[in-house]
């Protein structure tokens, strides 16, 4: 039953599946969500049978413990990964699960700046994809890693929780390692990653201080780093990253992402009036000005320079608004939703 499911999802172009006790199955196309009413209702015995499909013996273990897990699957005949979550609500199992595919889309094909793969041509930095849950941050650095893997003979080393897309090594060597599976957690993967002569470090996602702080030093010490945060633009992810640490470790932190800091890109995938979704973004691109004025703190500046500077190709999410709007792509309405700054746009698309 669960693989018919996925194939459904594939079928319809969906990109998320919910399963829950007591409803019918549910899948997300184009962000909303269709129940799969043609189906039966899932049931407790469908439940514990789609976990015991889903989960290994170990994560099945910590499931009963903690009552939620993360986890990955690939379904027998479906050329495409699951990344998923098992939880507990009111007594009851749910699960959700995200298509990922196995072939990784490129750059052109993603509808994302050519400009991105500049960042990718380093040989050292902090480069950071933000946005909030299911926007395509990990669609993006996976293009940006195979790009490398392409080009370039380097050692690439991911750690992700989970193992979100798969590579194949062409010119570069790839090794990826899952949380909790192959490393015990995000930090102890960093701090160990130093010494396994290592170009190239994707860190699936900065959850703690420690692993925040792991990772600028990385990037300092001469490796190129990627990674996300769940955060709207620029000037709030730095302000979140300092935030983070204790105040007699800011100043600290912010001269550090001031002097290793590359890049900041931050997407939303917003549904096309044609159907399916778009990308919109803003990309930061850390110069000297840039850098003075994380140092300085000064980073309520940060969207004027953004503005300001699209000749050095940095790149204004509303500017993408009004674009996409008046190439016919997106509706009004939703330029408004996806803009941190209505009153600009508003004035914009006068």
Known sequence: MLNELIETVFKEGGSDLHLAEGRYPIIRVNSELIPLVKKDVLTAAHMQQFLDQLLSPSHKEKFEKEKEIDFSFSPMGIDARLRGNAYVQQGQISIALRVILKVVRGLKELNLPPILEGFTTKKQGFFLVVGPVGQGKSTTLAAMVELINQNRAEHIITIEDPIEYTYTPKKSIIDQREVRTDTPDFYTALVNVLRQDVNVILVGEMRNTETVAAAVTAAETGHLVFSTLHTNNAAQTIDRIIDSFPGNQQDQIRMQLSGSLIGIFSQRLIPRIQGGLIPAYELLIVNAAVANLIREKRTHELASVIETNSEMGMIDMNRMLVDLVRRGE?????????????????????
């Open 330 to 350: 997106i509706t009004i309405e939703n330029a408004y939703l996806h803009s941190s700054n209505v009153k600009i746009l508003e004035k914009m698309l006068q």
